[in-house]
């Protein structure tokens, strides 16, 4: 898959700053994208490529566990799309894995009450990361 983006459209929908985080998800910045524009799907091979020992797909975890505010964003607002229920509920689940991470910021985005009870699933998940990581 490949995504092309209009630059007009990544300049008005960029991806945010987060201090003290180097890593954003494109799927934030696409998924807001994709709330305002429409998007073109075309079956045609434009490249082929390979992943990459070590590469961002390789270190994913560790690189969304080193920017948890950048991941719960991502996850907070996919989990308010009308999305089907298993979607929002993986998506509560991978918030409070990456909430665990976030050691006391302030700043962190709220997912709404009703998806606490999916707690003790991300921190299952977080206990799983960090033996790995």
């Known amino acids: 898959m490949l ?3 209009r630059t007009a459209v990544l300049r008005e929908i960029s991806f ?3 201090e003290g985080e180097k890593f954003v998800p494109e799927a934030l910045v696409w ?7 429409q998007l073109r ?4 091979v434009v490249y082929y490529r390979d992943y990459l020992n070590g590469g961002l797909t390789d270190k994913i975890v560790k690189i969304r566990m080193n920017s948890p ?4 964003m991502c996850y907070q607002e996919l989990n308010g799309y009308d ?3 298993p979607q929002k509920m993986k998506a509560a689940i991978n918030y409070w894995r990456f909430r665990l991470c976030s050691k006391g910021n302030k700043r962190i985005p709220h997912l709404l009450w009703w ?3 999916v ?3 991300g921190w299952l998940l977080h206990q799983n990361d960090k033996r790995k990581v």
Do not use: T
């Open 83 to 85: 999305v089907p229920l």
């Open 16 to 18: 945010p700053d987060i």
């Open 31 to 37: 998924n807001r994208i994709a709330c305002k524009y």
């Open 69 to 72: 505010i950048a991941s719960m």
């Open 115 to 117: 998806w606490n009870w």
């Open 3 to 5: 995504e092309v983006f």
């Open 119 to 121: 707690m003790p699933m």
């Open 41 to 44: 799907v075309f079956h045609e």
